[in-house]
């Protein structure tokens, strides 16, 4: 028997409105499964990117698959 992991969560690196970058547009982000390798990756980022805009500026966002 095959076992498939399934994935019930997506997520996606948010940022406010208070972040005017004209290069990236958030209604294209990309949505991917909530695996712990995906996660880390994103919280990476999200924590760079804190680091040059300010705190709270980016976080991830999760939603339902």
Do not use: C
């Not at 997520?11 to 972040?19: D, Y």
């Not at 996660?39 to 339902?64: C, D, M, S, V, Y």
């Amino acid at each position: 028997m095959n076992k498939a992991l399934r994935v019930l969560l997506e997520i996606r690196l948010r940022r406010s409105e208070i972040v005017h970058d004209s290069t990236t547009d958030d209604r294209l982000s990309l949505w991917i499964p909530d695996i712990p390798s995906n996660r880390a990756r994103l919280a990476q980022a999200a924590e760079f990117a804190n680091k040059l805009h300010g705190p709270e500026t980016h976080w991830i966002e999760e939603r339902q698959a």
